[in-house]
């Protein structure tokens, strides 16, 4: 578990521009009228993946 925080706390911006994103992307899911769930579920998962990917290869110094 401490391999996990350890993780997370040197990437902090990271986790919480994914969080927010997933947030925002419940919000517009719950709110929007007509709106193509699957797409709009695509189109989160791919930015997290390209989010992470980035975040996360990026050397922190």
């Known amino acids: ?11 902090p911006w ?3 521009v994914i969080v927010i994103q997933w947030l925002a992307t419940a919000f ?3 709110y929007a009228e007509e709106l ?3 797409t709009v579920m ?5 930015s997290t993946v390209i989010f992470s990917y980035f ?3 990026l050397p922190k110094g």
Do not use: Q, R, T
Request: glycine share 8%; no cysteine; charged share 20%.
């Open 42 to 46: 695509g189109v989160a998962f791919l």
């Open 1 to 11: 578990m401490d391999k996990f925080l350890n993780f997370y706390s040197k990437y």
């Open 55 to 57: 975040g996360f290869k």
């Open 36 to 38: 193509d769930v699957a």
């Open 28 to 30: 517009i899911i719950i």
């Open 14 to 16: 990271v986790a919480i």
